[in-house]
């Protein structure tokens, strides 16, 4: 099971830390990811770290947002930075199966590679 929190309002500029605590299980087994879906559109990747640590980013949040994750802890979080409308979405943190240490960029930004889903945080940012 994952649970995000930390979705709330907020100004365009401002910065937003969203979490994921993953029980259950061990989320070390697993390449971990955030995805989010904006109202009216498809969901969308947002930024993956593997289980051997690789780090990917959407282009559309590169350079103002960082994915880490803790596995003695079992959580995933998500820092974004210099919010603009564009940002507002459900976002969800997602969990692969049991996977092998690395992965592709396409593997993990692919919503099909992940078996377990949150059921999302609200982000809203107000112009």
């Known amino acids: 099971q994952l649970v995000e929190s930390g979705g709330g309002l907020v100004q365009v500029g401002g910065s937003l830390r969203l979490s994921c605590a993953a029980s259950g299980r061990s989320a070390s087994a697993s390449h971990m990811a955030w995805f989010r879906q904006a109202a009216g559109k498809e969901r969308e990747f947002v930024a993956a770290?593997?289980?051997?640590?690789?780090?990917y980013y959407a282009d559309s949040v590169k350079g103002r947002t960082a994915v880490s994750r803790d596995n003695g802890k079992n959580t995933l979080s998500l820092q974004m930075n210099s919010l603009s409308p564009d940002d507002t979405a459900v976002y969800y943190c997602?969990?692969?199966?049991?996977?092998?240490?690395?992965?592709?960029?396409?593997?993990?930004?692919?919503?099909?590679?992940?078996?377990?889903w949150g059921q999302g945080t609200q982000v809203t940012v107000s112009s």
């Open positions: 770290v593997s289980r051997g640590g690789e780090i």
């Open positions: 997602a969990a692969t199966p049991r996977s092998a240490f690395f992965a592709s960029r396409d593997h993990l930004s692919a919503q099909s590679s992940y078996s377990t």
